[in-house]
């Protein structure tokens, strides 16, 4: 492969080499079979393009506003954790090439970087994942310090009751650190800062995953949708719900006072054979009625595939895997040139489909298989 990527898929691969096995598994892999993670992907591609000509498009701008901040892009850094795995410096490259890119970045509440640490680093406009632990003071906690530190939402993810069956990561005793010839100096404790004083940082099973053993350990599987109400009375900031499928749930999200929906699987690492996230968007979007913003993650690999979440309704695309291999691959670096190829991408995207602003994008200017077999 060239040295440098040209798209971000090439990454994966640069990632691949860079990290001990265990970690690369750990960021790449899906539940079970491993369905949705490819169908993620795959629903893209069988969405086409109805592009307009004839169109003035010498200026493009991807600008737009998220939760009435404006940035540069419809694209946001999805939450995703223990980037010291990838990177020595963690959280805090990631949040720099945000803060660079000017995008949001969504910190995961098991980051291991503190949400202090990741605040003082630099400007980036920054939201802050949680899970509900049955501890739920812990979580408020969290939620305060966050709200201290700057953050300026909540994104509740609430498709992890429990944690799915991660095969890879059972059978690399995920968490263990084992002496691995050529790795050995980058293999370290995964450590959740934030816990510090507070819980355990880390869990040490002797058979399969460490990382599951924490997420039975601390995971409120009780959790429910009479509880929006109680992190509602302990926040102002605004509460995002992510994991969100279904048109039912949607309503209920709107219902429970969600500023904003995410629709996602977990990136598959949840439930599998789920519906790959951009085939029920819509769904979700139609049942929102315009009252919240709706957006998405899952399988979005190209500025194209950002296009497509714009024309069916989501108002920006969260990037996951993609942002840990840039990160794992080259750093600070790294995370900056997967956000930038993908505003590129996107950028000309908008350019050949005769759309020179976010807003120009409608649902006219693509057509899924549905639509096509009718
Ligand atoms: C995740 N995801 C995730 N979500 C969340 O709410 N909190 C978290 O801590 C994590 N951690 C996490 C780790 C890793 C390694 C991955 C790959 C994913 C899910 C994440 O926010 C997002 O939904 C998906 O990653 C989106 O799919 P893609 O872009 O990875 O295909």
Redesign the pocket.
Same mark, same amino acid.
């Given at each position: 492969m060239a040295e440098d990527p040209v798209n971000v898929n090439e990454y994966q691969e640069l990632a691949r080499q860079a990290l001990p096995k265990m970690y690369y598994d750990? &960021? =790449? $892999?899906g539940a079970e079979d491993q369905y949705t993670?490819k169908e993620? !992907?795959e629903a893209f591609r069988r969405i086409m393009f109805r592009p307009r000509v004839l169109i003035d498009v010498s200026k493009i701008s991807l600008s737009t506003t998220i939760l009435g901040y404006n940035v540069s892009a419809p694209i946001m850094i =999805?939450? *995703?954790?223990?980037h010291k795995l990838a990177h020595p410096e963690g959280e805090v490259a990631t949040a720099r090439a945000a803060a660079a890119c000017n995008v949001i970045m %969504?910190v @995961? &509440?098991? @980051?291991m970087c503190t949400v202090e640490e990741v605040a003082s680093s630099c400007d980036a406009i920054r939201f802050f994942?949680i &899970?509900v632990y049955k501890r739920r003071d812990i979580t408020a906690q969290l939620v305060r310090r966050a709200e201290r530190s700057g953050y300026k939402a909540i !994104?509740l *993810?609430v /498709?992890?009751p429990r944690l799915g069956k991660r095969e890879a990561d059972i059978k690399n005793n995920l968490g263990t650190v084992k002496l691995s010839l050529s790795f050995y100096d980058r293999m370290i404790q995964p450590q959740l800062k934030n816990f510090e004083g507070l819980l355990p940082t880390q869990v040490v099973s002797d058979e399969g995953s460490n990382f599951k053993a924490y997420a039975d350990l601390t995971l409120d599987a009780s959790l429910s949708w009479k509880d929006i109400g109680w992190l509602r009375s302990i926040t102002k900031l605004p509460i995002l719900i992510? $994991?969100v499928l279904t048109h039912e749930d949607a309503i209920k999200a709107v219902e429970a006072g969600a500023a904003g929906i995410?629709v @996602?699987?977990?990136? =598959?690492?949840q439930l599998d054979h789920t519906p790959a *996230?951009i085939s029920v968007l819509e769904e979700v979007v139609h049942a929102v009625k315009g009252k919240v913003p709706v957006f998405v /993650?899952? $399988?979005?690999?190209r500025g194209t595939d950002i296009f497509k979440a714009l024309a069916l309704g989501a108002q920006a695309?969260? %990037? $996951?895997?993609? !942002? !840990?291999y840039g990160l794992a691959a080259k750093g600070e670096t790294g995370v900056r040139r997967v956000t930038e190829m993908l505003k590129d991408e996107l950028e000309l995207t908008m350019a050949l489909s005769g759309c020179p602003t976010i807003k120009d994008i409608t649902r006219g200017h693509v057509i899924t298989d549905r639509e096509r077999l009718q």
């Open positions: 750990f &960021y =790449a $892999g993670l993620n !992907v =999805a939450p *995703t954790s223990m %969504i @995961s &509440y098991s @980051s994942q &899970y !994104v *993810t /498709d992890v992510k $994991g995410v @996602s699987n977990h990136g =598959a690492r *996230t /993650d899952g $399988g979005v690999r695309v969260l %990037i $996951g895997r993609p !942002v !840990v």
